[in-house]
């Protein structure tokens, strides 16, 4: 006897099984994590969507935060854990927690503005490659953009860092305050997303 699923656990069923069919299995120790933190994150995602408190899920939060992190990630040192963005990009690890929240207020703010999400991400990462700066360590996709894109789902979904979350409200306070009809054009071409050229509040 088939099971009658609610459209919402529908939903979830099916982005289980799309991500267990499309998960590339490369045999490394670490594959099945990675999977079950992809899986862990919709989960969340429906959950927040249904309006779980963020307080009651945050076990399961911490969860998906230790699975994504590798194993090289867990050995740092306490000092390179700060490290600046300079230092972090020569060592390969990627864009700080403050760049990236910046690059996600200007995806939204593109996004509004009538670009598709994965247009706006693409424009964004082009430019921050040609600033110098790598995509998201993190991520399971190969594609920078794409991985821009799911720290931004993180962030939406309240799992990016305290620093990450204060940074993305307090620059898009910022861009609020930019005329409406100028926005877009002001960010773009002043690298106004760029933190590490203007100092905060600028």
Same mark, same amino acid.
């Given at each position: 006897?088939?099971?009658?699923?609610?459209?919402?656990?529908?939903?979830?069923?099916?982005?289980?099984?799309?991500?267990?069919?499309?998960h590339?299995?490369?045999?490394?120790?670490?594959?099945?994590?990675d999977l079950? %933190?992809?899986?862990?994150r919709? &989960?969340? =995602?429906?959950?927040? /969507?249904?309006?779980?408190? #963020?307080?009651?899920?945050?076990? *399961?939060?911490?969860?998906?935060?230790?699975?994504?992190?590798k194993?090289?990630?867990l050995?740092?040192?306490?000092?390179?854990?700060?490290a600046?963005?300079?230092r972090?990009?020569?060592?390969?690890t990627?864009?700080?927690?403050?760049?990236?929240?910046?690059a996600? %207020?200007?995806?939204?703010?593109? &996004?509004? =503005?009538?670009?598709d /999400?994965?247009e706006?991400? #693409?424009?964004?990462?082009?430019? *921050?490659?040609?600033?110098?700066?790598?995509?998201?360590?993190?991520?399971?996709?190969?594609?920078?953009?794409?991985?821009?894109?799911?720290?931004?789902?993180?962030l939406?979904?309240?799992?990016?860092?305290e620093?990450?979350?204060?940074?993305?409200?307090?620059?898009?306070?910022?861009?609020e305050?930019i005329?409406?009809?100028?926005?877009?054009?002001?960010?773009?071409?002043?690298k106004?997303?760029?933190?590490?050229?203007?100092?905060?509040?600028?």
């Open positions: 006897m088939q099971t009658t699923l609610t459209p919402n656990a529908e939903r979830l069923s099916a982005a289980l099984k799309a991500l267990r069919l499309t590339d299995h490369d045999g490394k120790p670490d594959d099945k994590k079950a %933190a992809k899986c862990l919709v &989960v969340l =995602a429906q959950l927040f /969507e249904e309006g779980v408190p #963020q307080d009651e899920l945050q076990p *399961l939060i911490d969860l998906q935060a230790e699975l994504m992190q194993p090289q990630e050995m740092q040192k306490p000092q390179e854990t700060g600046p963005a300079g972090e990009r020569r060592r390969g990627g864009p700080s927690e403050t760049l990236l929240a910046r996600s %207020a200007v995806i939204d703010l593109l &996004v509004k =503005a009538g670009y /999400e994965g706006a991400a #693409q424009i964004i990462m082009r430019r *921050l490659i040609a600033s110098g700066v790598p995509a998201p360590a993190k991520g399971g996709d190969a594609r920078g953009w794409k991985r821009l894109l799911e720290w931004r789902a993180d939406v979904y309240g799992l990016a860092s620093e990450g979350k204060a940074e993305y409200k307090g620059f898009t306070r910022e861009l305050r005329p409406a009809g100028e926005r877009v054009q002001r960010v773009l071409e002043d106004m997303w760029d933190g590490r050229h203007k100092p905060r509040g600028a």
